[in-house]
């Protein structure tokens, strides 16, 4: 039986390991988690979500508090129009993140930022265009194009001098998708260096309605292989969402994927964001606690854990400091949110809503996504004997689905006393 070590992802004509991280926002891809993948001959992806607040926390900037105290008189009025980032700061933000995990990486592996079109920030386009530039101006290596279509995402960055040159690809969740992406972009006779098939059961948002469960990952990847077949196309296609084990990636490997991109098993080791306290929120998890719902301002539906605190917890809107999901002034949560104010909510409390702040949420890891197999977790690690589970290494998790065989996970090697197995 093959492992997926047997395979590789070719790009630009080099190989790579076939194993791709997602990029897991609010900063659960970290750097750390990315320089690992790269390392290891793999991909590793960073997510540019909320960069301003990201960059406060790491590199003592003050873009959030800069922010909040310019549009203070803002905070009682419910149209936002006018609370705008700052793009130079975007720019800066962008391009410090990347260029000091583009200085740190070793390997023959990438690192790839993945950047969301549903990411609006109040000025859609013009935001847009500078995360981009400025990541490419810092030297990432590859764009990961998700969260929307991104029909004229490419004429943003067509006169950049690194267009031709960094890796591009766009997640889709049809073949249907990647069609109108390509023919949209035609004229720009740039077609992407890769395409990220993400299935019904991966975790965060999801490009399919509530009804995700008549969907299967193997049926679209195979129906984008016959559409490029079909237009004479060999774009490398990746497939995620659901590839627990290295035998489920060698099963897409073997069915025509050149990669897998994984994620939920690197959520909950050493290197991911997530504060510890929360990836032992994910291991304890049960079938029964990871649920499908439309909580998400985006539109999209979004699986997470039933118990993420953003589901029960009102929240104020703080679009000052934050305003990452504003449109034209405003966002599904703020329209509800102001709603409910506006019918005589007790505002002394926090008012809550049908939809989730997802800025503030996000940021304080209140969102507790994941993909359907988070449940099966528990069975990837040891349980130890104060009723915690032990978190392994990123290094431990690649080379588990790098080298595996017969569907078996190989548990992380136990450190010294006191850490005791239940």
């Not at 077949?229 to 489920?248: M, N, Q, W, Y």
């Not at 719902?293 to 679009?319: D, E, H, I, Q």
């Amino acid at each position: 039986m093959k492992c997926v070590d047997d395979f590789r992802l070719v790009l630009g004509g080099k190989e790579y390991v076939p194993i791709v991280i997602g990029g897991m926002g609010v900063d659960i891809s970290t750097a750390k988690l990315a320089l690992e993948a790269a390392r290891l001959g793999g991909i590793g992806h960073i997510s540019d979500a909320m960069y301003m607040d990201v960059s406060d926390r790491y590199f003592n900037t003050d873009y959030t508090e800069t922010k909040a105290t310019q549009y203070k008189k803002y905070i009682p009025l419910h149209d936002k129009t006018d609370v705008l980032f700052d793009l130079a700061m975007v720019a800066e933000a962008t391009k410090r993140q990347v260029a000091d995990v583009m200085e740190r990486k070793r390997g023959d592996g990438l690192i790839f930022i993945n950047c969301m079109e549903k990411l609006t920030m109040n000025a859609a386009r013009d935001t847009l265009r500078t995360r981009l530039t400025s990541a490419m101006d810092a030297g990432i290596d590859g764009i990961t194009l998700a969260a929307g279509l991104h029909q004229n995402t490419l004429r943003l960055i067509e006169d950049h001098s690194r267009f031709r040159d960094v890796k591009i690809g766009i997640i889709v969740s049809s073949h249907r998708a990647l069609q109108i992406f390509l023919r949209r972009n035609a004229k720009l006779k740039r077609l992407p260096d890769y395409v990220v098939v993400e299935g019904p059961l991966a975790g965060g948002h999801l490009g399919f309605g509530l009804d995700w469960a008549n969907y299967d990952l193997r049926t679209i990847v195979r129906e984008v292989n016959a559409y490029q077949e079909k237009e004479g196309l060999s774009i490398p296609v990746i497939a995620g969402g659901g590839i627990f084990t290295g035998a489920d990636a060698v099963s897409f490997l073997e069915d025509g994927a050149s990669a897998v991109q994984v994620a939920t098993r690197f959520a909950v080791t050493r290197e991911s964001g997530l504060p510890d306290h929360v990836k032992q929120e994910y291991f304890k998890a049960s079938e029964d606690d990871i649920e499908v719902n439309m909580a998400s301002p985006t539109g999209y539906p979004m699986r997470m854990l039933k118990n993420s605190p953003a589901l029960s917890v009102g929240l104020r809107p703080n679009c000052e400091a934050f305003g990452y999901m504003l449109d034209k002034g405003t966002c599904p949560y703020l329209e509800e949110y102001y709603k409910a104010v506006d019918a005589g909510a007790d505002t002394s409390f926090m008012v809550k809503t049908q939809k989730t702040c997802l800025c503030t949420h996000m940021r304080n890891h209140y969102v507790w996504t994941c993909g359907h197999y988070a449940y099966r977790l528990k069975d990837t690690t040891h349980k130890l004997a104060d009723g915690s589970y032990l978190l392994p290494s990123a290094e431990h998790v690649f080379k588990d689905y790098q080298f595996s065989k017969d569907g078996k996970i190989a548990l992380p090697e136990l450190p010294v006393p006191p850490y005791i197995v239940k």
